[in-house]
């Protein structure tokens, strides 16, 4: 059924809007944004739903351009279908998910299995991100062309970085033909050593092996160069060292094609979650310091970091009650980041515009989605979010099968009351159906 | 009242002192000629080796023979641990038991503190990871104490391997709890990141390192650190960071000399030094005997307040 959202605060940083309003929905599209109290000429049609979403805020649906589905092969720890109800909990309408499956997402067959997963469960949009090397083992090339074609948006080895240098060269040149971006996890596996955490005076302090910040500071300067010599496209995906924001802040000044995300652990949290060995706070890259907490800021303040993702990883918590050094690296993300990111907000560090932006249009156009956008024809992909509603972070209550949160226990305000994709109703806390 | 002995980091100095003072009494009970006390008797204990050893795992059990407590050892072989159980159902199937004591050594850190979380019995931190290995600190604290009277400002040297060393992180945190100078004196590729924080004094030089120092503490060297690149080769090591007999003259006329073991005679420690009057690391053997029994008695007994900070 066609809808009417009324009387709400519509937000959508790609058009520049920013005013209480009403968005006509029909098939499947935004047919109109009718902007102060006017009244819809539709309103009066038959087989219109009209929402009034008055007090409530209305952004494009969020976009996640770094997730983690585990399908196929690790459902046990979240399924496309479990993965997708966590982003639609959580505001996001569109999922791009990581190639590290098993077997990994390094051809098509795997890229159409997860495409055509995604579309018959008619939840979020699913772009799969395909590996960049075949086994993500960092020798031969994958076949980019087809699998572009089969429906990957973007090309990593994610957690197993290309550690060839000349590998990691030749995907960035042979990418650019088709014009699809090369997402890094910037990480010298030799520095880090099989680290478990951030190093430091708590990893001194509880014992555990540690990641110098230079482990992911070292591998986004040698991928920036790269980005230079071949004028392929860049991607760093989430950064989490002040060393790096200030690396990815150089380059753009040079004019380097680099875009960079970063994710709600990075701006909220530190190394000292890990005390208690605490495995709901093992993440890689690791927790860094307050130091890189304020330069992540910083870095999305001032435009070096481009947008938020999640990197939503969820594990079974078999993967997570275990040794500290033994458990699973991830953070299970979808269902907390707009209130986190909504925290920046209130910290100052980025205005309302600027948040929805970072989790809208700007990831949208770093993997040219077309998505991220409430603009007329655009698909109806559509969040209302109640920015006053409070909540305790539990995570038993988490729909993602991944409970593994260092945010457990935190005291967050705004929560997503209705998301739309494609025009239907997805996702309804209220159960608002005037 | 806390029933674990996770890491001297919970310890005040008030419970160091009662943990020496008690390991004083049992080491009086192991001259005599009967050397088995009631004490424990009726309690069981568990060792509970995830790791390989020998000297700590004997240690612990002849400890608890002498307070006559019932003793099972379960050595966990790695290999099987890999596919196998967790180690939560171990310590939990364990636990079903109805023990009185678990004495746990794991390779990864922090296991102890996990398990002590959940678990009803005392936990024993008998070396976890390169973490701490609390009974280790204890034992070589009462040896310097028999032998100095006292720990607070004497110039304490440990030298070695300190980024693998739960030994020595758990010596730094006891030694300067009591307040001593306590120097670490290693190459920077054996130095973790941050140790300086600790209150102690870091040293590359050997010579600077151990002058006018009451006490010096060696640490074994694994030839396999070789091969991550920590150092080149053990006659290297042995040329700039052994102990010898040369080097030990800038120390104080009285310095002793310490050792966990097993040593490597000719890695970390010339064999005129460990053979020598200075040495004291066949002490540290019987009072560690003795500081395990104190351990286990005040842990029964719930007679340790836990004030330390952490």
């Known amino acids: ?169 030749r995907a960035l040149e042979y990418a650019k033909v088709f014009d699809v971006p090369i997402i890094s996890h910037a990480e010298d596996v030799y520095l880090s050593d099989d680290g478990v955490m951030n190093e430091g005076y708590v990893s001194t302090h509880l014992g555990l092996k540690g990641i110098p910040a230079e482990a992911e500071v070292i591998m986004i300067k040698r991928d920036i160069e790269l980005a230079a010599l071949t004028g392929g496209s860049l991607h760093i995906a989430h950064v989490s060292t002040a060393g790096g924001v200030s690396a990815i802040r150089e380059a753009k000044s040079l004019g380097i094609n680099v875009t960079a995300e970063t994710t709600p652990h990075y701006f909220h949290i530190t190394e000292d979650y890990v005390n208690g060995y605490n495995t709901s706070a093992k993440v ?42 033994r458990a699973a690296f991830g953070i299970s993300g979808l269902e907390t980041a707009l209130a986190l990111g909504l925290k920046l907000v209130e910290d100052g560090v980025l205005s309302l515009s600027t948040l929805i932006e970072k989790m809208t249009i700007a990831p949208s156009n770093i993997l040219k989605l077309g998505k991220g956008t409430l603009r007329e024809g655009a698909d109806a992909d559509i969040v209302v979010v109640d920015l006053n509603m409070e909540f305790t972070v539990d995570k038993e209550d988490l729909v993602s099968k991944g409970k593994n949160t260092p945010f457990h226990g935190w005291r967050l305000k705004g929560v997503s009351v209705l998301t739309i994709v494609d025009g239907d109703i997805k996702y309804n806390l209220k159960q608002v159906n005037q | 009242m806390y029933k674990d002995l996770i890491s ?41 080796f995830f790791e390989p050893s020998t000297r700590t795992k004997t240690s612990f059990e002849l400890a608890q023979k002498r307070l006559s407590t019932d003793v099972i050892n379960f050595t966990v072989p790695t290999s099987s641990v890999v596919k196998g159980e967790s180690l939560f159902d171990t310590i939990k199937t364990i636990e079903a038991y109805g023990v009185d004591f678990i004495i746990i050594r794991h390779q990864s850190s922090g296991v102890p503190y996990l398990v002590s979380r959940f678990a009803n019995a005392s936990i024993i931190n008998a070396g976890d990871g390169i973490n701490e290995h609390p009974t280790q600190a204890l034992l070589d604290t009462f040896t310097i104490i028999e032998r100095k009277g006292a720990v ?70 694994q030839k396999e650190r070789q091969s991550g690149g920590f150092l080149s ?16 003259a800038s120390a104080k006329p009285d310095v002793i000399v310490m050792h966990p ?26 009072n560690g005997l003795a500081v395990r029994m104190a351990v286990l008695y005040l842990l029964s007994s719930a007679k340790l307040n836990y004030t330390g900070s952490l």
């Not at chain 1, 990883?313 to 009650?321: L, Q, S, V």
């Open chain 1, 1 to 169: 059924m066609d809808i009417i959202l009324k009387n709400g605060h519509i937000v959508d940083p790609s058009a520049g809007i920013n005013t209480v309003g009403h968005i006509v929905v029909k098939d499947g599209k935004i047919k109109k944004i009718i902007l102060a109290s006017g009244i819809a000429e539709e309103e009066t049609a038959k087989d219109m739903q009209i929402i009034d979403v008055a007090g409530l805020h209305v952004f494009p649906g969020l976009v996640d351009i770094h997730v983690h589905l585990r399908e196929p092969g690790y459902e046990y720890k979240e399924t496309i279908e479990s993965g997708c109800k966590a982003g639609l909990k959580g505001g996001f309408t569109t999922l791009c998910c990581m190639p590290n499956t098993r077997p990994p997402n390094d051809n098509k067959t795997i890229t159409e299995y997860i495409v055509q997963k995604g579309r018959s469960l008619r939840l979020c949009n699913v772009h799969p991100i395909g590996a960049i090397t075949k086994k993500q083992d960092g020798k031969e090339l994958s076949e980019v062309g087809i699998m572009k074609d089969s429906g990957c948006v973007a090309f990593s080895d994610d957690g197993r970085p290309v550690t060839n240098s000349l590998i990691m060269r």
């Open chain 1, 284 to 325: 890689n890259p690791p927790l860094r310091t307050q130091k890189d907490v304020q330069a992540i800021r910083q870095g999305l303040h001032d435009g070096s970091i481009d947008c938020i993702a999640t990197d939503h990883a969820p594990h079974h918590r078999d993967d997570k009650e275990c040794e500290f050094d």
């Open chain 2, 8 to 48: 001297i980091k919970d310890l005040s100095t008030q419970d160091i002192d009662l943990i020496i003072s008690t390991a004083i009494s049992f080491k009086e009970v192991l001259q005599r000629d009967i050397k088995k006390v009631p004490t424990l008797r009726g309690k069981t204990a568990i060792n509970l």
């Open chain 2, 152 to 221: 607070a400002g004497l110039n304490i040297a440990i030298v070695g391997d300190i980024f693998h060393s739960r030994v020595a992180r758990s010596n730094i945190y006891c030694l300067t709890k009591l307040g001593a100078n306590v120097r670490l004196i290693a190459p920077n590729t054996l130095l973790p990141k941050g140790i300086e924080n600790e209150n102690v004094h870091i040293y590359t030089n050997l010579d600077k390192g151990i002058k006018d120092a009451d006490v010096i503490m060696t640490l074994r060297i």
């Open chain 2, 233 to 248: 080769t053990t006659e290297e090591y042995f040329r700039f960071w052994g102990l010898t007999r040369k080097k030990m």
């Open chain 2, 261 to 286: 073991g097993p040593m490597n005679r000719g890695v970390e420690i010339a064999s005129e030094v460990c053979d020598s009057l200075h040495s004291v690391i066949y002490d540290q053997v019987v």
